[in-house]
């Protein structure tokens, strides 16, 4: 099994939409959480960390459910320009080991 | 911009071939991390360096080694290329080193070896 595992998708949703992602990840001592966005042939840039009270940055709102292992990632009112990869990132260890998932890529249509 | 920077922006090399890549980190942080991310897939973590000492490892064989300098910029030395290595090479810095803390990334190196 992965250590982080996310369904690569496409996801093709019409503007204005919601849309939601998952990802679980299998090593119960994970301390940290994050959502990185990554445009195409660009680096990652972190979106929003994950807290276990959940939280919301506008239209973005991320989960985390430790009993199950796994975070989500809400986006509402889909835009044109959230159009990118999502990246779930679990961070572990007593240095920062750092796991990246796949990525969830998002197509919002016109 | 995240005030990472790195170099070159791409480079083709042959196999068997070594390369460098430089990385400077963003004003006010001592960790560097490196990444691999090949087409299609994710970042897969390197190493992370913090204040000039290895502080973690991914699974990468001997032959992708690194330094960080006392200004906290880092190179990443891969011996022996192989076709496999082909990817984008990530670095991102970071303030403490510890599992809580936002890495920021720079554009990456581009890497080709043919």
């Known amino acids: 099994r992965k250590e982080v595992e996310q369904d690569p998708g496409p996801f093709n949703v019409p503007e204005g939409a919601t849309v939601a992602f998952n990802c679980t990840y299998s090593?119960?001592?994970?301390?940290?959480f994050f959502w990185y966005r990554q445009d195409c042939r660009k680096e990652p840039k972190l979106l929003m960390s994950v807290y276990s009270s959940g939280n919301e940055d506008g239209r973005f709102t991320a989960q985390l459910n430790r009993a199950s292992q796994y975070i989500s990632l809400l986006i509402r009112d889909s835009k044109l320009s959230d159009s990118a990869t999502y990246l779930c990132v679990v961070s572990s260890g007593g240095y920062q080991k750092v796991t990246f998932g796949i990525g969830t890529k998002l197509q919002v249509i016109p | 911009e995240t005030g990472v920077t790195q170099s070159p922006t791409h480079l083709i090399k042959t196999r068997g071939q070594q390369v460098t890549l430089r990385c400077s980190s963003q004003?006010?942080?001592?960790?560097v991390s490196w990444y691999q991310q090949a087409l299609g897939q994710g970042p897969q973590f390197i190493f992370q360096?913090?204040?000039?000492?290895?502080?973690g490892r991914g699974n990468f064989p001997p032959r992708f080694s690194g330094l960080q300098f006392p200004n906290y910029s880092s190179e990443l030395n891969v011996n022996a290329l192989e076709l496999d290595d082909s990817a984008l090479y990530l670095c991102a810095s970071s303030t403490a080193g510890g599992p809580t803390d936002t890495q920021y990334f720079g554009p990456g190196t581009r890497l080709t070896v043919l």
């Open positions: 004003s006010g942080h001592n960790t």
């Open positions: 090593n119960s001592a994970s301390q940290s």
């Open positions: 360096y913090y204040r000039e000492e290895e502080n």
